[in-house]
Antibody, heavy 120, light 108 residues
Framework: QVQLRESGPGLVEPSETLSLTCTVSRGSINGYYWNWIRQPPGKGLEWIAYIYYSGSTNYNPSLKSRGAISIDTSENHFSLKLTSVTAADTAVYYC??????????????WGQGTPVTVSS | SSELTQDPAVSVALGQTVRITCQGDRLRTYYASWYQQKPGQAPVLVMYGENNRPSGIPDRFSGSTSGNTASLTITGAQAEDEADYYCYSRDSSGDHYIFGTGTKVTVL
């Protein structure tokens, strides 16, 4: 079955740019929506953005244009860049596959998550 | 304030039934999906659409929607069902997505 694996720096300094990549294996990236979700320590889940395999995107308005999601279908991975990070961006970041059909939109496969700490 | 509202916590006796609810205006139009998250683990999809369970999810989990409220019901709760549960659907604009506030389920 489909597997997703996040990779990222672990530690980012305030005001810098956070870059994360999600590699998709055992399945095609085509035909699906590819999402980033995060979870601050001790808090709930927050949807960040998705990118469709064709390149169309959708972002959480709360990011205030700090986020940029991209996809490389030839390499079967997608990425997130989050600029001007602050301590409030400290979280576990998950990538997930989104499926859309007559049952609506749902996230059927998730990565294990990668922790990111924003600190100097 | 969150646009998908869940009760913060519910408890259920072992083997009994518990219903977890999720309220939001857009649920009148769009389905919610439900995710189970155990401590230190990634969320897992347990319900989507009108009442669809992914492969491997026990049939004690069921879903429904009435008006602006989506529900996830666990009939005959087991100790392993103790977890946080989140609903997920469209936000109030209908253009973006949002998770509910989450419900911690304790099995007594």
């Amino acid at each position: 079955q489909v597997q997703l694996r996040e990779s990222g720096p672990g530690l980012v300094e305030p005001s810098e740019t956070l870059s994360l990549t999600c590699t998709v294996s055992r399945g095609s990236i085509n035909g699906y929506y590819w999402n980033w979700i995060r979870q601050p320590p001790g808090k709930g889940l927050e949807w960040i953005a998705y990118i469709y395999y064709s390149g169309s995107t959708n972002y959480n308005p709360s990011l205030k244009s700090r986020g940029a999601i991209s996809i490389d279908t030839s390499e079967n991975h997608f990425s997130l860049k989050l600029t001007s990070v602050t301590a409030a961006d400290t979280a576990v970041y998950y990538c997930a596959r989104g499926s859309f059909d007559s049952s609506g939109y749902y996230l059927d496969y998730w990565g294990q998550g990668t922790p990111v700490t924003v600190s100097s | 304030s969150s646009e998908l509202t869940q009760d913060p916590a519910v408890s259920v006796a072992l083997g009994q039934t518990v219903r977890i609810t999720c309220q939001g205006d857009r649920l009148r139009t769009y389905y919610a999906s439900w995710y189970q998250q155990k401590p230190g683990q990634a969320p897992v999809l347990v319900m989507y659409g009108e009442n669809n369970r992914p492969s491997g999810i026990p049939d004690r989990f069921s879903g429904s929607t009435s008006g602006n409220t989506a529900s996830l019901t666990i009939t005959g709760a087991q100790a392993e069902d103790e977890a946080d549960y989140y609903c997920y659907s469209r936000d109030s604009s209908g253009d973006h997505y949002i998770f509910g506030t989450g419900t911690k389920v304790t099995v007594l």
